[in-house]
């Protein structure tokens, strides 16, 4: 297994304007996907993906992190196999390949590789 970094930070938003102000102006973080409900910052060599969901978000509950892998079908069942609760891999519309899981505190996580000839 080669892990290989965190892949992107998703997080929901109540409000996506006053997020995009804040990561894009005040931050300084560069806007790269811009859609309705939906906006992208790249940091580094880290991206930010947020999510209007409409109403009030709770803190703890709504920022997923997903790791990047070499293998995700390797690795669903790799933790498959220690006992760890998967969901079943799924295929993105917008070309990644992922499963989620959770930690002992009950935090969810993915593992995600790109595809579709993404890198």
């Given at each position: 297994?080669?892990?290989?970094?965190?892949?992107?930070?998703?997080?929901e938003?109540?409000?996506?304007?006053?997020s995009?102000?804040?990561?894009?102006?005040t931050?300084?973080?560069e806007?790269?996907?811009?859609?309705?409900?939906?906006?992208g910052f790249?940091?580094g060599?880290?991206?930010?993906?947020?999510?209007?969901t409409?109403?009030q978000?709770?803190?703890?509950?709504?920022?997923?992190?997903?790791?990047?892998?070499?293998?995700?079908?390797?690795?669903?069942?790799?933790?498959?196999?220690?006992?760890?609760?998967?969901s079943?891999?799924?295929?993105?519309?917008?070309?990644?390949?992922?499963?989620?899981?959770?930690?002992?505190?009950?935090?969810?996580?993915?593992y995600?590789?790109?595809?579709?000839g993404?890198?």
């Amino acid at each position: 297994m080669a892990i290989k970094g965190i892949f992107y930070v998703f997080a929901e938003v109540s409000d996506i304007a006053r997020s995009k102000k804040f990561y894009g102006q005040t931050l300084g973080w560069e806007l790269n996907t811009d859609e309705k409900d939906v906006a992208g910052f790249a940091f580094g060599g880290a991206y930010l993906v947020i999510y209007a969901t409409g109403k009030q978000v709770a803190p703890g509950t709504s920022l997923y992190v997903e790791v990047q892998v070499d293998d995700v079908n390797a690795e669903h069942a790799r933790l498959k196999s220690l006992g760890v609760e998967v969901s079943e891999p799924r295929d993105q519309h917008w070309g990644e390949r992922n499963f989620s899981f959770r930690d002992p505190d009950g935090h969810t996580w993915f593992y995600g590789q790109s595809i579709h000839g993404h890198s």
